[in-house]
């Protein structure tokens, strides 16, 4: 048996992302040199929705590209090809990862390691929706949508998005034993 609860609605997902895009043009003086990368699968979208908030703000688009970190895990072994897709170069440019959900900090550690075999960006900044806590690496984002403290086993964070589940949302979904 799970219990679900809902902890950010549509709006509160909006009201978020418009924030973080705020607070990555204050922190970078602008967009110029900056590159959106999404963390496949919900980072991209994620990583679409900020630029579409960026652009707003300073009225430029910036490159978006997808990455696909499956290849590089340490804790999930596949031999699938890379589904990465990135038409510009992160050389020298300020890089900022987007995802979902920072959890142990695994897929960020993977991400690193797909990004260094593309190139090598002046920096790299990291966003997530929302920071759960229980790191196993030393990694912590630069921005965040809503920190929620979980239990580490006994709760998971589901984000669902319209583009993908028809519904933006985020719960807490507590394992019962």
């Known amino acids: 048996m799970v219990n679900k609860i809902k902890v ?5 997902i909006k009201r978020s992302l418009m924030r973080i895009a705020h607070e990555i043009v204050e922190k ?11 963390i496949m699968t919900r980072g991209v979208f994620l990583a679409r929705r900020l630029a579409g908030f960026v ?9 978006i590209g997808e990455l ?27 890089v900022v990862l ?10 960020v550690r993977a991400a690193l390691d797909a990004l260094s075999d593309r190139g090598r960006p002046r920096c790299v900044q990291l966003a ?5 806590g229980h790191r196993e690496l030393p990694i912590r984002p630069d921005f965040v949508g809503k920190n929620l403290p979980t239990s580490k ?3 998971r964070v589901n984000v669902t998005l319209n583009e993908i ?13």
Request: net charge negative; glycine share 8%.
């Open 55 to 63: 652009k707003s703000i300073e009225g430029k688009e910036l490159p």
């Open 8 to 12: 950010l609605n549509a709006e509160d």
């Open 128 to 132: 997530v929706l929302v920071d759960r």
């Open 28 to 38: 970078n003086h602008g967009v110029d040199q900056l590159v959106f990368i999404g």
């Open 153 to 155: 086993n006994r709760e």
């Open 68 to 94: 696909d970190v499956g290849p590089y895990r340490d804790d999930e072994k596949r031999t699938s090809e890379d589904k990465t897709k990135m038409d510009f170069s992160i050389d020298n440019k300020t």
């Open 98 to 107: 987007i995802d979902d959900v920072l959890f142990t900090g695994r897929t």
């Open 165 to 177: 589940d028809g519904e933006d949302a985020v719960y807490i979904v507590h394992m019962e034993e």
